[in-house]
């Protein structure tokens, strides 16, 4: 986020990644980098700090795109260090593991969803605004296209020039549909990703089947079916970058398709957000602040039962 953004945003990103960096310090318990290779016909893969083991964090996306000291400046973010020295986030005795991501679309997601299969009380799906979960949920098909097709009036939905100008570095400001999306791609460009990015030669890609959804409608297990095989793939970042020569910006995504039905020409993939929309939604949180809401009352929206602490060592 930009260095010149709102001041409340800037103490409740301080917050929050002083407190996700000091979780990353702590004994690495986790499973890592894992595979499902054992189930036949899966591909379940996620990356956490243990896809590394010589660095505590890195610049990849699985470690919040961390880049270094570097990047504090000064005005808007020495004085958020300044009033928020040595504060938390906190729950059950422990730092929080304070995920983020760039926008969730109108509804967080689950932990594990992205991550391990662990309960992560504070990392759970919100709303990005007032109000409750949709319901139907976002699991469900019908429910997402309404939800695609009829944004919700979240915080996230933001198309005000003055305020992403204000809260958006200048190289994400070439990213403009980033609460709603479409992506175009052809079927044999998608056969081809999914070989050179996953490793799986399941040939030209014959059709995209939603398995298990979030309750933001992020994908967390995707079956793709081409000429030679098919297979189950996931977690949400795996589908992300299986579908795209970068990676897609979220897995909370429609499928459709143009041309015949048992071979169609074109998968068109429409969806929501940016990121994995875990925890604190970047912009949401920004619009928050924009609007006069305190740090204490963002933190406390996006990471439920949380409390604000001073952390000791």
């Not at 709603?180 to 990015?197: D, H, M």
């Not at 939603?210 to 992020?218: K, T």
Request: hydrophobic share 35%; charged share 20%; aromatic share 8%.
């Amino acid at each position: 986020m930009s260095a010149e953004s709102p001041p409340e945003l800037a103490r409740a990103h301080a917050v929050i990644s002083r407190s996700w960096l000091l979780a990353q310090l702590q004994p690495r318990v986790g499973k890592g980098q894992a595979a499902s290779a054992s189930l036949p016909g899966q591909h379940i893969r996620f990356y956490d700090r243990e896809a590394h083991t010589r660095f505590d964090v890195c610049a990849d996306d699985h470690c919040q795109r961390y880049q270094g000291v570097g990047r504090i400046r000064p005005g808007v973010v020495h004085d958020a260090l300044r009033d928020t020295r040595g504060q938390v986030l906190s729950h059950g005795g422990q730092v929080c593991d304070a995920r983020f991501s760039k926008c969730c679309g109108g509804v967080t997601e689950d932990f594990r969803l992205a991550w391990d299969e662990v309960d992560v009380p504070y990392l759970v799906p919100v709303v990005d605004g007032p109000g409750t979960l949709p319901d139907p949920p976002l699991t469900d098909e019908g429910a997402l296209q309404r939800y695609l097709g009829q944004p919700p009036n979240a915080y996230c939905n933001c198309r005000d020039e003055a305020i992403l100008g204000q809260i958006l570095n200048a190289y994400d400001r070439q990213t403009q549909d980033f609460f709603r999306w479409q992506v175009r791609l052809p079927a044999e460009q998608a056969g081809e990703l999914i070989r050179s990015k996953i490793g799986l030669d399941l040939g030209r890609l014959l059709a995209l089947r939603p398995v298990e959804r979030g309750l933001s409608g992020r994908l967390k297990r995707l079956e793709l079916k081409g000429e030679r095989a098919a297979v189950v793939i996931g977690k949400e970042l795996e589908i992300r970058r299986a579908l795209s020569p970068t990676h897609l910006l979220s897995s909370a995504f429609q499928i459709a398709t143009e041309g015949p039905a048992h071979r169609p020409d074109l998968f068109v993939l429409t969806g929501a957000g940016w990121g994995h929309g875990v925890g604190l939604c970047q912009i949401g949180a920004a619009v928050m602040a924009w609007k006069g809401i305190g740090y204490q009352a963002i933190l406390a929206h996006y990471y439920p039962g949380s409390t604000l602490q001073r952390w000791y060592g």
